[in-house]
């Protein structure tokens, strides 16, 4: 046995102390690229005063002009502009170059609930370039914006989450499920669409969206450091995702604690043919030190992936759940791109479904659009959302992802499918203690790898591989009396 310097011996009992799994991680799978992010610059230190334009802040008066004739002033002066504590009930608001928000503690952003106070303007929505509301808070086309502060923004969202059930209750009847989310139209609490150098924290509170919480588009670095969401309390808001990363590159998210109704933690890069026709990833994003609670999962890929999503590292998640994966990989064979070059490391997973799931043929209701016949003035959307798709472009792949240093429990250690044309290529596991009710099933694969993989299970079954081919290692199994 080869003996270990004095130093060599300190870095790796430090590395074993920091660890939720037992044994040294696996260089190579921890391999990462460092990120760095651009922050915003060209602000100075003056402030500017909301009340100076008439902003009241007594949680009645539209505040809507006033506060972006505030936010109009302190751009032009590089500024930072700061509210007296009280609700501000307001449409969209648009932020400007070169300037900071700060929301202090007791102050409180809440949306109006009409969906006129929302002007529509060209966005993505769900993967497809569509006019269609703005958000409450708005940085489009913008550079160099500063949101902080320890205050609220308050999407007031139940009144938009009711116009979703309604319209995807008579559509479902209809054969229009895939049409839902786009005609019930409802407003995003915070928009950051073809922008840079832009930063959000602080403590930062986003409570009931409308629709996703925080959507980074076509936008490259941007920061979202120390923020909490909460989607689920008047209700549990539908589509309510926490922090969706679209189509973007460079961007980091840290020290959020999210409770939400959909996906927490989302990548996306376009839908269909729309989103091949644009052909944007999402690329070199680090997320971590993050808390999730209620969510679909506790970080998702897709399940727009036409773009591709590449060179992502996620790490040091405490999922609690309820989720119904822990970590999820969607797409549908229409989608195409490639999902690639991902790391996922130390996170601890409780309550979920699923610990590690991949369906590439998520939802088919809604991902696979068709027109009925007999439909006259067809919206111009939903010629896009069912424009067909070449099998070869539709089909996507998903290749060389490397999960590591993972405690979990769930219903379900592994349930991962691939398709036969495209198999799950390259996909390595390490340092993994799964307790699970299920060893799940991993189909249409090749290049699997488990090293010191443990499923604590009542199951007599070992996890079922059906065309899996040049696996390693193997998992190791712990048998427990049923309950």
Same mark, same amino acid.
């Given at each position: 046995?080869?003996?270990?310097?004095?130093?060599?011996?300190?870095?790796?009992?430090?590395?074993?102390?920091?660890?939720?799994?037992?044994?040294?991680?696996?260089?190579?799978?921890?391999?990462?690229?460092?990120?760095?992010?651009?922050?915003?610059?060209?602000?100075?230190a003056?402030?500017?005063?909301?009340?100076?334009?008439?902003?009241?802040?007594?949680?009645?008066?539209?505040?809507?002009?006033?506060?972006?004739?505030?936010?109009?002033?302190?751009?032009?002066?590089?500024?930072?502009?700061?509210?007296?504590?009280g609700?501000?009930?307001?449409?969209?608001?648009? +932020?400007?170059?070169?300037?900071?928000?700060?929301?202090?503690?007791?102050?409180?952003l809440?949306?109006?609930?009409?969906?006129?106070?929302?002007?529509?303007?060209?966005?993505?929505?769900?993967?497809?370039?569509?006019?269609?509301?703005?958000?409450?808070l708005?940085?489009?086309?913008?550079?160099?914006?500063?949101?902080?502060?320890?205050?609220?923004? @308050?999407?007031n969202?139940?009144?938009?989450?009711?116009?979703?059930?309604?319209?995807?209750?008579?559509?479902?009847?209809?054969?229009?499920?895939?049409?839902?989310?786009?005609?019930?139209?409802?407003?995003?609490?915070?928009?950051?669409?073809?922008?840079?150098?832009?930063?959000l924290?602080?403590?930062?509170?986003?409570?009931?969206?409308?629709?996703?919480? +925080?959507?980074?588009?076509?936008?490259?670095?941007?920061?979202?450091?120390?923020?909490?969401?909460r989607?689920?309390?008047?209700?549990?808001?539908?589509?309510?995702?926490?922090?969706?990363?679209?189509?973007?590159?460079?961007?980091?998210?840290?020290?959020?604690?999210?409770?939400?109704?959909?996906?927490?933690?989302?990548?996306?890069?376009?839908?269909?043919? @729309?989103?091949?026709?644009?052909?944007?990833?999402t690329?070199?994003?680090?997320?971590?030190?993050?808390?999730?609670?209620?969510?679909?999962?506790?970080?998702?890929?897709?399940?727009?992936?036409?773009?591709?999503?590449?060179?992502?590292?996620v790490?040091?998640?405490?999922?609690?759940?309820?989720?119904?994966?822990?970590?999820?990989?969607?797409?549908?064979?229409?989608?195409?791109?490639?999902v690639?070059?991902?790391?996922?490391?130390?996170?601890k997973?409780?309550?979920?479904?699923?610990?590690?799931?991949?369906?590439?043929?998520?939802?088919?209701?809604?991902?696979?659009?068709?027109?009925?016949?007999?439909?006259?003035?067809?919206?111009?959307?939903?010629?896009?959302?069912?424009?067909?798709?070449?099998?070869?472009?539709?089909?996507?792949?998903?290749?060389?992802?490397?999960?590591?240093?993972?405690? *979990?429990?769930?219903?379900?250690?592994?349930?991962?499918q691939?398709?036969?044309?495209?198999? +799950?290529?390259?996909?390595?596991?390490?340092?993994m203690?799964?307790?699970? *009710?299920?060893?799940? *099933?991993?189909?249409?694969g090749?290049?699997?790898?488990?090293?010191?993989?443990?499923?604590?299970?009542?199951?007599?079954d070992?996890?079922?591989?059906?065309d899996?081919?040049?696996?390693?290692?193997?998992?190791?199994?712990?048998?427990?009396? *049923?309950?």
């Amino acid at each position: 046995m080869k003996c270990l310097t004095l130093p060599a011996y300190i870095v790796l009992l430090a590395s074993l102390i920091t660890l939720p799994a037992q044994a040294e991680p696996n260089p190579t799978v921890l391999e990462r690229t460092e990120l760095t992010v651009a922050v915003p610059k060209n602000i100075n230190a003056l402030e500017i005063n909301a009340s100076d334009f008439g902003a009241k802040g007594d949680g009645t008066t539209d505040d809507t002009i006033a506060l972006q004739k505030a936010i109009d002033a302190t751009a032009a002066k590089k500024a930072t502009l700061v509210l007296q504590p009280g609700t501000y009930l307001t449409g969209s608001l648009f +932020l400007k170059s070169n300037m900071a928000l700060r929301l202090d503690k007791g102050v409180t952003l809440t949306g109006k609930q009409n969906i006129e106070s929302y002007p529509r303007q060209k966005t993505r929505i769900a993967g497809i370039d569509i006019v269609w509301p703005s958000a409450l808070l708005n940085v489009y086309e913008q550079a160099d914006v500063h949101i902080y502060g320890e205050g609220t923004i @308050d999407g007031n969202g139940m009144v938009f989450w009711q116009t979703f059930w309604d319209k995807r209750n008579v559509y479902e009847g209809k054969g229009l499920r895939w049409a839902a989310d786009y005609d019930a139209e409802r407003p995003r609490l915070i928009q950051v669409y073809n922008s840079k150098r832009i930063e959000l924290g602080g403590g930062l509170q986003m409570h009931r969206a409308g629709f996703w919480t +925080l959507q980074i588009v076509y936008s490259n670095d941007v920061k979202v450091s120390n923020v909490v969401i909460r989607n689920n309390s008047d209700g549990k808001g539908p589509s309510t995702d926490g922090i969706d990363i679209d189509s973007s590159h460079h961007v980091l998210v840290e020290k959020a604690d999210i409770d939400v109704n959909d996906d927490a933690l989302c990548l996306k890069a376009g839908r269909d043919a @729309d989103g091949l026709r644009v052909n944007r990833p999402t690329e070199h994003v680090v997320i971590r030190d993050s808390i999730i609670r209620h969510a679909e999962a506790g970080v998702t890929f897709g399940s727009e992936t036409s773009g591709s999503i590449r060179n992502i590292d996620v790490y040091n998640l405490d999922v609690q759940g309820p989720v119904y994966s822990g970590i999820f990989f969607k797409s549908a064979h229409v989608r195409g791109g490639t999902v690639s070059d991902i790391r996922i490391r130390d996170m601890k997973v409780q309550n979920a479904e699923a610990a590690v799931r991949v369906d590439l043929n998520w939802l088919p209701v809604y991902s696979y659009p068709v027109i009925p016949p007999g439909i006259k003035n067809v919206p111009e959307h939903w010629k896009i959302l069912a424009t067909p798709v070449p099998k070869e472009k539709g089909m996507p792949k998903l290749r060389d992802i490397h999960i590591s240093n993972i405690k *979990a429990d769930a219903n379900a250690a592994f349930l991962m499918q691939g398709y036969a044309e495209a198999p +799950l290529q390259n996909v390595h596991f390490s340092n993994m203690h799964i307790t699970a *009710a299920a060893s799940g *099933a991993i189909t249409h694969g090749r290049g699997f790898s488990f090293d010191n993989v443990t499923i604590e299970t009542t199951d007599p079954d070992a996890v079922i591989f059906d065309d899996v081919a040049n696996t390693k290692g193997e998992i190791t199994y712990l048998r427990s009396a *049923a309950q």
